[in-house]
């Protein structure tokens, strides 16, 4: 029989499968278009009757990934313009289970909630219950725009966590156990939410997957990318200006301004942006958000929640093999990547070759973006959290993908389907290859259940040793201060 529960807007009817309980495209908000175009998110419109959410709603306008990223991270392009949904699968509308709220990553330009990793059975199987949200992306979510909120994006993701809070009891969930987790920008978002006041109150932990808690713009960055982007269309630098071009022409616009930062990375005209290529982050506007994350962090924001944080080995094959840029890498490539960063240059290319003596410089060089992007920035939270007392586990993932002849290793996104439980999924099967180990699955899919329902993965939490879990690769298990070398390689970097 098909559920039905009562929200505080509508009844919503969902599906059932293997023990499941499923409702999908539920509406956390109303949709973002018309005169709420631009505008921070409002409660959607109540309706009478029962909403029919057997399917995924649809997804906020986005370009597609590139060839061949398209590939490797396979993703649905749903119209409609009721975007702003959210999917949950529950065991069950009884009881006061544990919540997991998983935030999607694509550089706040791609991705939603209806990707098929993100499918939440086997959580719900465990007894958590899932949830995963659409939220705006690229110029609609982060464009920075006078006389309209900015980091609209952010301000989505609150409104579903207070969708959860209002909601999730009905579906069997507690409200006061919500866990917050995301891989890449949803991790970076996790991370901001760690330190907005406007999200206190809305999640008692957080998991934070391959995403910095450093890298936002200033004003006075995003100020600019608002000015090229009206420049290349044409039109004034205004939020009634923008609401009046189509959708196709904004998303060609946005792609092509990436593109041009892309081709001419000029610290001198792009400012932090050409340390992440990202145009469309969120950025420091001063009122929904005040600083940089890790700076809040440091300063004893989210002390109050317990934290999993940590990276995979080789994130940054993901960008550069896939399109062979890793065969142009040299060793002047390196020394220059490594100069650009302030590091010594001789000290640092030391550190990692000793590291891994066998290395070609494009794997020297893809190891250093790594530290400098992924893992040091997920120490420094450990190191910021440890400072002021609070909880924090750190885990490292290691199992190396076959694809691209073995070239992609434990690359960026790889460890999503092992944490889902999700390895027979037909669209993992480019990243993960045909015979990803189960058993490495089910080890941590079961630490993310056992963190999310009590605060413990399993392994000691991170202080005066360091303590790291690695997940596959030959090391696998608990490691005290792994690679000190290469994290003081970074010492000193902002």
């Given amino acids: 029989m098909e559920p039905i529960v009562a929200t505080t807007v509508g009844a919503v009817r969902g599906g059932a499968a293997d023990g499941v309980l499923s409702f999908k495209g539920v509406p956390y908000a109303a ?29 906020a306008p986005k370009p597609p990934y590139p060839t061949p990223v398209d590939q490797l991270l396979p993703e649905p392009e749903i119209a409609g ?58 110029i609609d979510g982060f464009l920075l725009l006078d006389g309209v909120p900015a980091n609209r994006g952010l301000l989505d993701q609150i409104a579903a966590l207070r969708w959860v809070r209002a909601n999730i009891a009905a579906l069997g969930g507690d409200p006061a156990n919500v866990t917050i987790a995301g891989e890449s920008a949803g991790a970076m978002s996790v991370c901001t939410l760690l330190s907005m006041p406007q999200a ?35 039109i004034a630098a205004s939020a009634d200006a923008f609401a009046q071009v189509p959708l196709d022409t904004l998303i060609s616009a946005q792609v092509a301004l990436s593109a041009r930062i892309l081709g001419e990375p000029n610290p001198l005209v792009w400012g932090e942006i050409v340390g992440d290529l990202m145009p469309f982050e969120p950025c420091i506007d001063g009122e929904v958000l005040t600083a940089r994350p890790i700076d809040a962090i440091a300063g004893g924001a989210g002390t109050a929640s317990e934290v999993l944080v940590g990276t ?6 993901f960008f550069l093999v896939p399109r062979g840029a890793h065969k142009y890498l040299t060793e002047d490539a390196l020394h220059g990547l490594l100069a650009g960063y302030g590091r010594d240059v001789e000290t640092a290319t030391a550190a990692y070759r000793e590291a891994d003596p066998n290395a070609t410089p494009a794997q020297l060089f893809m190891d250093a973006l790594r530290d400098e992007f992924f893992r040091v920035p997920a120490v ?13 586990h750190v885990y490292e993932f290691g199992w190396r993908s076959p694809q691209y002849a073995g070239a992609l290793g434990a690359t960026h996104a790889l460890e999503v389907g092992f944490v889902f439980d999700n390895l027979g999924d037909p669209n993992g099967k480019p990243l993960a290859g045909d015979a990803p180990p189960q058993a490495l699955a089910d080890e941590m899919h079961q630490a993310w259940v056992a963190f999310v329902e009590t605060g413990d993965p399993g392994w ?4 005066t ?7 596959g690769g030959a090391d696998s298990g608990v490691v005290h201060d792994p690679a000190p070398a290469l994290r003081a390689v970074w010492d000193g970097a902002v």
């Fill in 460 to 463: 000691p939490a991170y202080g």
């Fill in 380 to 392: 420094r939270i450990a190191d910021a959290r440890h400072a002021h007392g609070a909880t924090t």
């Fill in 200 to 234: 206190d109150g809305l999640y008692r932990r957080a998991i934070a997957q391959s995403g910095p808690a450093d890298k936002v713009q200033s004003r006075p960055t995003a100020t600019k990318v608002t000015a090229a982007l009206a420049d290349s269309l044409g």
């Fill in 31 to 59: 949709p973002p278009f018309g005169h709420l175009r631009f505008a921070a998110p409002q409660p959607p419109q109540p309706w009478s009757g029962v909403l029919d959410c057997l399917d995924y709603g649809p997804t």
């Fill in 465 to 471: 040793e360091r303590t790291v879990r690695r997940f």
């Fill in 312 to 317: 995979n080995d080789d994130e940054y094959t």
């Fill in 81 to 138: 313009e009721d975007v702003l949904n959210l999917n949950v699968w529950t065991p069950g509308l009884d009881g006061s289970l544990p919540v997991l709220v998983w935030i999607h990553g694509g550089a706040f330009v791609h991705g939603s909630g209806a990707v098929s990793t993100y499918d939440g059975a086997a959580f719900a199987r465990d007894g958590v219950v899932c949830v995963t949200i659409n939220y705006r992306v690229g």
